[in-house]
Protein backbone atom coordinates (compact mmCIF):
# COMPACT_ATOMS: atom_id res chain seq x y z
CA UNK A 1 0.00 0.00 0.00
CA UNK A 2 1.15 3.30 -0.89
CA UNK A 3 1.58 6.10 1.56
CA UNK A 4 -1.45 8.41 -0.45
CA UNK A 5 -3.72 5.60 -0.11
CA UNK A 6 -3.18 5.85 4.11
CA UNK A 7 -5.10 8.98 5.07
CA UNK A 8 -3.56 11.13 7.28
CA UNK A 9 -6.49 12.41 9.24
CA UNK A 10 -10.07 10.55 9.91
CA UNK A 11 -12.83 11.97 7.35
CA UNK A 12 -14.70 15.24 8.78
CA UNK A 13 -18.30 14.97 10.13
CA UNK A 14 -20.00 15.84 6.75
CA UNK A 15 -18.18 13.44 5.10
CA UNK A 16 -18.82 10.30 7.70
CA UNK A 17 -22.59 11.63 7.24
CA UNK A 18 -22.75 11.35 3.04
CA UNK A 19 -20.80 7.93 3.35
CA UNK A 20 -22.99 6.65 6.20
CA UNK A 21 -26.24 7.82 3.97
CA UNK A 22 -24.56 6.27 1.08
CA UNK A 23 -24.17 2.84 2.70
CA UNK A 24 -28.22 2.99 3.79
CA UNK A 25 -29.66 4.04 0.48
CA UNK A 26 -27.15 1.43 -1.15
CA UNK A 27 -28.68 -0.92 1.74
CA UNK A 28 -32.21 0.15 0.68
CA UNK A 29 -31.78 -0.55 -2.76
CA UNK A 30 -30.47 -3.71 -2.46
CA UNK A 31 -33.47 -4.49 0.21
CA UNK A 32 -36.24 -2.96 -2.45
CA UNK A 33 -34.36 -5.35 -5.50
CA UNK A 34 -34.81 -8.45 -3.55
CA UNK A 35 -38.00 -7.95 -1.87
CA UNK A 36 -39.09 -7.15 -5.78
CA UNK A 37 -37.22 -10.28 -7.02
CA UNK A 38 -39.28 -12.48 -4.67
CA UNK A 39 -42.58 -10.53 -5.77
CA UNK A 40 -42.03 -11.63 -9.24
CA UNK A 41 -41.32 -15.42 -8.38
CA UNK A 42 -44.24 -15.55 -5.66
CA UNK A 43 -46.87 -14.31 -8.37
CA UNK A 44 -44.58 -16.59 -11.00
CA UNK A 45 -45.31 -19.75 -8.53
CA UNK A 46 -48.72 -18.75 -8.20
CA UNK A 47 -49.43 -18.35 -11.86
CA UNK A 48 -48.00 -21.44 -12.79
CA UNK A 49 -49.94 -23.52 -9.96
CA UNK A 50 -53.55 -21.95 -11.18
CA UNK A 51 -52.90 -22.23 -15.14
CA UNK A 52 -50.26 -25.52 -15.86
Not at 14 to 26: I, S
Not at 31 to 42: D, K
Amino acid sequence: MTASAVPSEPPSAPQRRRRAARVVLAHLVRGLAYGAGTAVAGLLAYWAQQYL
